[in-house]
């Protein structure tokens, strides 16, 4: 009978494959993944209490251990982990309202660790109370489209484009007057790296660098970004400005009106951006009719996860419609359970 449980992990894992074969920029590609490793674990630790063997039981134990330290001291290891990050990000970035998103996730999650400890939902009647958990199902919904969300980034990072490319899309993020700014080279470097590597075996790619002219701006930043290129060794001849868009959606689908022209109805693309902006960008790229997957420049680390935070609003939102159905669903339930209990007293 156990050894038929571990068809389950095993359906998973094809499963998983399948989908990220199939499209790497997928949401349901890291819950597959996870299902896949919590299946594999458990009955990894259910197997060796099953062995009766003295190592692989203290083995399996080591990982409860962890599992429960994580859920007594996680919380407050976060909390404290956000809020210094939220300093930092400040001193370093400014303060714009966007840098303060670390700072009031690790309050909201403070609050939250204060009120679970003392409860005062037990003091609400019966009927707040089914209220109350039906709010507790959608963080517990959105708990795990998250943990989704960062297993999908996770194995998109992964993602390693053939030296096969005819365009490469640099993606824009915004200009110093007309200057390039660091986070926005290094979207070039990146591409530019990519450049050199297929020139050493094959014809290099052409670079499309994507990017309108900002009201705060004193040229496209296309220009600017071409600009950067050419100083850097690329030929003026490889590089072509797309300099309409004004946001992801836009770059990807000027973009392909240009390699439409250009590469007749058959081409090979990528695009870069920075490595946490990746996964989002890859939805925007399948949204345009691209097959195109991406390279992502680095990042430095105390810059992400504020940016993670603000790519999985942003990913949410893009899915709004299904995120509200299912939300909708279980506060009408929760309400329903009210009015029933209420009819019934």
Same mark, same amino acid.
């Given at each position: 009978?156990?050894?038929?449980?571990?068809?389950?992990?095993?359906i998973l894992l094809v499963l998983f494959l399948w989908f990220y074969v199939k499209d790497p920029r997928r949401t349901i590609n890291g819950f597959l993944f996870n299902l896949?490793?919590?299946?594999?674990?458990?009955?990894?630790?259910? %197997?060796? !209490? $099953?062995?009766?063997?003295?190592?692989?039981? =203290?083995?399996?134990?080591?990982? +409860?251990? /962890?599992?429960?330290? #994580?859920?007594?001291?996680?919380?407050?290891?976060?909390?404290?982990?956000?809020?210094?990050?939220?300093?930092?990000?400040?001193?370093?970035?400014?303060?714009?309202?966007?840098n303060y998103l670390t700072l009031l996730l690790g309050i909201c999650l403070f609050v939250f660790i204060v009120l679970s400890f003392f409860k005062p939902v037990e003091y609400?009647?019966?009927?707040?109370?089914?209220?109350?958990?039906?709010?507790?199902?959608?963080?517990?919904?959105?708990?795990?489209?998250?943990?989704?969300?960062?297993? %999908?980034? !996770? $194995?998109?990072?992964?993602?390693?484009?053939? =030296?096969?490319?005819?365009?490469? +899309?640099? /993606?824009?993020?915004? #200009?110093?007057?007309?200057?390039?700014?660091?986070?926005?080279?290094?979207?070039?470097?990146?591409?530019?790296?990519?450049?050199?590597?297929?020139?050493?075996?094959?014809?290099?790619?052409?670079?499309?660098?994507?990017?309108?002219?900002?009201?705060?701006?004193?040229?496209?930043?296309?220009?600017?970004?071409?600009?950067?290129?050419?100083s850097k060794g690329i030929p003026l001849e490889h590089t072509i400005q797309e300099n309409r868009s004004t946001n992801t959606l836009e770059n990807m689908l000027f973009s392909?009106?240009?390699?439409?022209?250009?590469?007749?109805?058959?081409?090979?693309?990528?695009?870069?951006?920075?490595?946490?902006?990746?996964?989002?960008?890859?939805?925007?790229?399948?949204?345009?009719?691209?097959?195109?997957?991406?390279?992502?420049?680095?990042?430095?680390?105390?810059?992400?996860?504020?940016?993670?935070?603000?790519?999985?609003?942003?990913?949410?939102?893009?899915?709004?419609?299904?995120?509200?159905?299912?939300?909708?669903?279980?506060?009408?339930?929760?309400?329903?359970?009210?009015?029933?209990?209420?009819?019934?007293?």
């Open positions: 009978m156990f050894a038929t449980m571990w068809f389950v992990p095993l896949f490793v919590c299946s594999t674990g458990v009955l990894c630790i259910a %197997a060796a !209490f $099953l062995s009766g063997h003295s190592l692989l039981i =203290l083995l399996a134990i080591v990982p +409860i251990i /962890l599992f429960i330290l #994580l859920l007594s001291f996680g919380g407050y290891a976060l909390v404290i982990v956000l809020l210094l990050n939220a300093k930092i990000l400040i001193r370093k970035e400014g303060r714009k309202f966007s609400l009647p019966m009927e707040l109370q089914l209220l109350y958990m039906g709010f507790m199902l959608v963080l517990l919904y959105f708990l795990v489209h998250l943990f989704s969300f960062l297993s %999908a980034y !996770f $194995l998109y990072q992964f993602n390693k484009p053939k =030296l096969n490319q005819d365009f490469v +899309i640099v /993606l824009g993020s915004g #200009l110093l007057g007309d200057k390039v700014p660091p986070l926005l080279a290094s979207r070039i470097d990146t591409a530019i790296a990519f450049y050199r590597k297929q020139e050493k075996v094959t014809t290099p790619p052409i670079l499309i660098l994507s990017g309108g002219k900002g009201s705060d701006e004193l040229v496209s930043e296309a220009e600017a970004m071409q600009a950067y290129a050419v392909k009106q240009i390699m439409d022209e250009w590469g007749a109805d058959r081409y090979n693309s990528i695009f870069t951006t920075n490595n946490f902006h990746l996964f989002r960008a890859g939805l925007f790229a399948r949204a345009a009719g691209l097959s195109s997957q991406g390279i992502g420049a680095k990042t430095a680390l105390y810059y992400w996860p504020n940016a993670m935070i603000r790519e999985y609003i942003a990913v949410v939102v893009m899915n709004k419609k299904r995120h509200g159905i299912v939300v909708g669903l279980i506060l009408a339930l929760s309400l329903l359970g009210m009015t029933l209990l209420y009819m019934a007293k």
